[in-house]
T-cell receptor, first 113, second 113 residues
Framework: SQQGEEDPQALSIQEGENATMNCSYK?????LQWYRQNSGRGLVHLIL?????REKHSGRLRVTLDTSKKSSSLLITASRAADTASYFC?????????????FGQGTRLTINP | NAGVTQTPKFQVLKTGQSMTLQCAQD?????MYWYRQDPGMGLRLIYY???????DKGEVPNGYNVSRLNKREFSLRLESAAPSQTSVYFC????????????FGSGTRLTVV
């Protein structure tokens, strides 16, 4: 079963607008990570937020984490055509001493020029 | 460039054939992983290796075997390929203590006919 679930499944916006994607998860986590995947390519790590952090920024990316609601959001500001990709949240669990990353199904983001 | 290298990039197999997917990382990471990604889906963990000499099952291990040959290399073997194993396979590595996310390879697109 999926630990993380993204919402919406697909999002289409105009270039320059902000894009917000949400992620909900089920169990306690060590950290939550966001990845980007361009069509036909591997995943690229964007940002990691630890369970004791509430907000983190990286360039045009802003991630929030609410552990009480078991949810996170990824905001991309001033979107560009190059931001068109699928975005995945992943929850980092430690099980029997091993780090395991469990992925959601992703949000497909399309930026229209 | 440092990273995770997967071979081959593409493969077509007939049902019942066997093959091994190779993965190597040059970042001195302890942990390595194999995921599969089906169309429109997130990644599902097949097997992982928390450290050299150890391997464990993930979410979808049936039909696969793995070998952690040394710290750098982690291979995935399909003993008797089935059409249900048609997927894109990703290898990844991580070093939990670094606080960074996973580094993914570019994937192997496998079709079983």
């Amino acid at each position: 079963s999926q630990q993380g679930e993204e919402d919406p499944q697909a999002l289409s916006i105009q270039e320059g607008e902000n894009a917000t994607m949400n992620c909900s998860y089920k169990t306690s986590i060590n950290n939550l990570q966001w990845y980007r995947q361009n069509s036909g390519r591997g995943l690229v790590h964007l940002i990691l937020i630890r369970s004791n952090e509430r907000e983190k920024h990286s360039g045009r990316l802003r991630v929030t984490l609410d552990t009480s609601k078991k949810s996170s959001s990824l905001l991309i500001t001033a979107s560009r055509a190059a931001d068109t990709a699928s975005y995945f949240c992943a929850t980092d669990l430690i099980i029997q001493g091993a780090q395991k990353l469990v992925f959601g199904q992703g949000t497909r983001l399309t930026i229209n020029p | 460039n440092a990273g995770v290298t997967q071979t081959p990039k593409f493969q077509v197999l007939k049902t019942g054939q066997s093959m091994t997917l190779q993965c190597a990382q040059d970042m001195n990471h302890n942990s390595m992983y194999w995921y599969r990604q089906d169309p429109g889906m997130g990644l599902r963990l097949i097997y992982y290796s928390a450290s050299e000499g150890t391997t464990d099952k993930g979410e979808v291990p049936n039909g696969y075997n793995v070998s952690r040959l040394n710290k750098r290399e982690f291979s995935l073997r399909l003993e008797s390929a089935a059409p249900s194993q048609t997927s894109v396979y990703f290898c990844a590595s991580s070093e939990y203590s670094s606080g960074y996310g996973y580094t993914f390879g570019s994937g192997t697109r496998l079709t079983v006919v």
